[in-house]
Nanobody
């Protein structure tokens, strides 16, 4: 069993910054890809960014042009981070961590419980 615990969400004014963290624990053999997704009220869950164990990143088109959002990862700590600067009210959503990998006996595709990010105007 794999657990993902997110932290770092909260209420921030427009233009502010937040750093989300997600730590994985449990019977993990390897984590190939970790990422962040978000779900705004009344909308479907959407990709924000992913990062592989080798450091390759993928950003959603909606954030790709914003150099103020950056994903990083500490493989030794099994932790992924999402640094968000210059936040906008449109970034308000529940942010979910995702991990894809393997245990010794099975594949992993796990989700965290979500952390609320609210950006006020």
């Amino acid at each position: 069993q794999v657990q993902l615990v997110e932290s770092g969400g909260g209420l921030v004014q427009a233009g502010g910054s937040l750093r989300l963290s997600c730590a994985a624990s449990g019977s993990i053999f390897s984590i190939n890809r970790m990422g962040w997704y978000r779900q705004a009220p009344g909308k479907q869950r959407e990709l924000v960014a992913t990062i592989t164990s080798g450091g390759s990143t993928n950003y959603a088109d909606s954030v790709k042009g914003r150099c103020t959002i950056s994903i990083s990862r500490d493989n030794a700590k099994k932790t992924v981070y999402l640094q968000m600067n210059s936040l906008k009210p449109a970034d308000t959503a529940v942010y979910y961590c995702n991990a894809v990998g393997t245990t010794v006996v099975a594949g992993i595709n796990s989700w965290g419980q979500g952390t609320q990010v609210t950006v006020s105007s």
